[in-house]
């Protein structure tokens, strides 16, 4: 017989867990005494439970493992949930366990209570309530069971104090049958057959893939089929690092901060195959526009209730994308002949490529998108990179050349300022040695800023760009060109010092003010203080715009271009 | 369109505001709920009225089925099937309008269940529409109080919502 303590870490033991993120509180002292009795779970002590979820998920995010948070009732658990919906708009697998006031004393408005349920039940893939300790063993593991299996998400579940410390027999189940979660894996052939015939009479076909693609590790099998087809691919701002940014075959990221080459494929694509995708706002503008051409749409997704959500459908295949691109590359084994028109589709593909519309203007200022450039060539593109929420994120995603999954780490669905840092934390526990570096603004990164303590605890050598304009620039950028420049509220005056700040942690600091300092730096803190976390503070040009730019309600093709303005 | 969305759910606390959330948090309409355990305690029927196009409701079915605690989701109206509602009404039942009443029950086949000297309770059952007619064809300052269960239903002949 063990207590509910003991329990909770025998579970997380069984479930291979190294990391727990958290922060203690009286609700959850039983699970940290266990917790301190035993080597196996380490846990990461952060500075705020936001920053927990954060770190978890992220560490899911770059290992494709459960991120696990542990947090104490009230709130604790309330500081957890920009985290969670955070994971919850990305589809990333996580198990929150918070503490709970005792049993009797639920709904009697105790200290630290509150409905831990029904606060996270909206942005949780599922959540329970522990009433029994006998429960315990069999919801946590239904609980990873959840998060990792279908469309994956956060779960969270909820442990009432007095539950931790009863006592009852430990046995951790080693699978669990839902009778009502029941996720399909298999696509149904007779659609992957009808969706091949579709490809091999595509005239100008595109291949347009998100996050579902990393979530379900099939990179390397969305190369293998790209290049069999020799098709164009786009992907998400998720979708980053599905497949080689630098292959001729990729066009850019498509959406509101898409490449023009990208935006002009999709809308003007005969054939669509949509894989893990969504067709979101940010990524065809306006509805009503993109319907004005005719095509037709294949969407592989796991979740059927994102197919034919905002675009309507002609050949929906729900299942794994790893498993549905396995039976597709089986039927095209036999030999794919594209269509002729094709190589006309590149041709006119290649013209909208010649409008090099990521190119910038120079500035005797330090512009953004270079200091990208340079961290990229710095890194030789094979870093992790974090990032926050706004102009530099986006910078990041468009300069940022991702050849392999798992390396862009950030929040697109919900758009979390505040992630950056705490997700480099996520990333470097589940990635020991890798350079890590985390794209944010002052801005956002004020937002979690107190997790500088953290990565000084635990020597997290995140290198942090903050690429510094004083300037909410996403904020300032729309509000000059459609709010006829009233910058409400978008500047940000009375910022710290952000070099004697991130020394006064234990940190390195730097300030790079010129654009012939930005390699040499970025170098300096890659190699000289590799093992250490470097804040480099980047004055940047306080009007550097992001560009091309689909602006809400327009077209994906109605982009306004650099060049334009 | 008018449909009727029958499910089967396990029966947890909250499982039902897990259905009312989702309901709320997309913009859907409910126009009745009711829900009650099963021959099967572990499991709970729930039957929604809801109105919406095709679109809203092909991503209603979807959203109630990626609920984890939702075993299966039916639209009873897609096919043929039968529904009843149950109203209790309260008229004033005083003069001539007490014999009134009763026979205007009676034509309804309505059954009169609680009768104080100048009430009636009665008790009807139906389709929501003959629900509606009644309380139509009622002289509306006599009626005292109205409660409905909101529709349940059920397919017809094989047409069957088991686990």
């Not at chain 2, 609920?67 to 509602?85: M, N, P």
Request: proline share 4%; aromatic share 8%.
């Amino acid at each position: 017989m063990i207590s509910g303590a003991e329990i909770v870490i025998r579970c997380l033991q069984e479930e291979k867990v190294d990391y727990v993120f958290g922060y203690p509180g009286g609700s959850v002292l039983h699970i940290y005494d266990a917790l301190f009795k035993q080597e196996d779970v380490k846990h990461i002590l952060v500075r705020h439970e936001q920053a927990a979820v954060h770190a978890a998920d992220a560490y899911s995010r770059s290992s494709q493992k459960v991120g696990v948070a542990l947090v104490t009732s009230g709130p604790g658990v309330t500081n957890t949930v920009t985290g969670i919906a955070t994971a919850y708009m990305d589809s990333i697998p996580m198990v929150v366990l918070c503490g709970q006031v005792p049993t009797q004393y639920i709904g009697q408005d105790a200290f630290q209570e509150c409905d831990t349920v029904g606060i996270t039940r909206p942005c949780v893939k599922h959540n329970f309530l522990v009433k029994d300790v006998k429960d315990l063993a069999l919801t946590i593991k239904k609980a990873f069971h959840i998060a990792s299996t279908g469309r994956p998400g956060p779960v969270v579940v909820d442990i009432p104090k007095d539950i931790t410390a009863q006592v009852c027999e430990f046995d951790y189940p080693k699978s669990v049958q839902m009778r009502s979660y029941n996720p399909v894996v298999k696509g149904h052939l007779g659609q992957i057959k009808k969706a091949v015939q579709i490809l091999q009479e595509a005239k100008r076909p595109i291949i347009y893939t998100g996050g579902g693609v990393i979530l379900s590790d099939a990179a390397e099998k969305l190369t293998t089929l790209a290049r069999k087809l020799n098709f164009p691919v786009t992907n998400t701002l998720m979708g980053l690092g599905g497949y080689p940014a630098t292959d001729k075959q990729f066009v850019g990221m498509l959406g509101m901060h898409g490449t023009f080459e990208a935006n002009n494929a999709m809308h003007f694509a005969d054939v669509i195959l949509a894989i893990g995708a969504r067709f979101d706002d940010r990524v065809i503008g306006n509805p009503e526009h993109f319907g004005e051409e005719k095509r037709r749409v294949i969407h592989i997704d796991i979740d059927p209730s994102s197919i034919s959500k905002r675009v309507k459908v002609d050949v929906p295949i729900v299942g794994n994308v790893n498993d549905v691109l396995d039976e597709i590359l089986k039927l095209i084994d036999g030999g794919f002949t594209a269509d002729s028109e094709v190589a006309d589709w590149w041709k006119q593909i290649d013209e909208w490529r010649g409008r090099n519309s990521l190119a910038y203007r120079q500035s005797e200022h330090i512009m953004p998108q270079y200091v990208v450039e340079k961290l990229y060539e710095v890194t030789g593109g094979d870093a992790f990179v974090t990032s926050d929420v706004g102009q530099h994120q986006m910078f990041a995603a468009q300069y940022y050349k991702f050849d392999k999954p798992r390396r862009w780490i950030n929040s697109g669905g919900l758009g979390t300022m505040g992630v950056g840092l705490p997700y480099g934390m996520g990333v470097l526990l589940a990635n020991p040695g890798s350079q890590v570096a985390c794209v944010t603004g002052e801005g956002s990164i004020q937002m979690c800023i107190q997790e500088l303590s953290t990565c000084k605890q635990y020597e997290l050598p995140i290198k942090i760009i903050n690429l510094n304009n004083g300037m909410l620039g996403m904020v300032r950028q729309w509000q000059e060109m459609f709010y006829s420049k009233r910058y409400s509220q978008s500047y940000v005056t009375s910022l710290p010092d952000f070099v004697k700040l991130a020394e006064s942690y234990g940190h390195v600091g730097m300030r790079i003010e010129r654009p012939e300092d930005v390699e040499p730096a970025l170098r300096k803190a890659f190699t000289e203080y590799k093992d250490r976390l470097v804040f480099m503070d980047f004055i940047i040009d306080p009007g550097a715009n992001v560009f091309p730019m689909v602006a809400a309600g327009k077209g994906l093709t109605e982009m306004i271009l650099a060049e334009d303005i | 369109m008018r449909h009727i969305i029958s499910i089967l759910i396990e029966n947890e606390a909250g499982a039902l505001s897990r259905v009312a959330g989702l309901f709320s948090a997309r913009g859907y309409n409910i126009e009745s709920l009711t829900v009650a355990p099963t021959e099967d305690p572990s499991l709970s029927r729930m039957t929604i009225l809801t109105w919406g196009s095709d679109e809203v409701l092909e991503q209603i079915t979807k959203q109630l089925n990626k609920l984890v605690d939702v075993v299966k989701v039916v639209d009873l109206s897609e096919a043929a099937h039968v529904e009843r509602e149950l109203m209790l009404i309260k008229v004033r039942a005083t003069g001539k309008d007490r014999e009134e009443m009763k026979r205007m029950a009676d034509i309804f086949r309505g059954r009169i269940i609680d009768v104080t000297e100048s009430t009636y309770v009665i008790e009807l059952t139906g389709a929501s529409s003959k629900l509606d007619s009644f309380i139509a064809a009622l002289d509306a300052g006599l009626i005292l109080e109205t409660v409905r269960t909101g529709v349940c239903g059920i397919g017809r002949g094989d047409r069957i919502l088991k686990v």
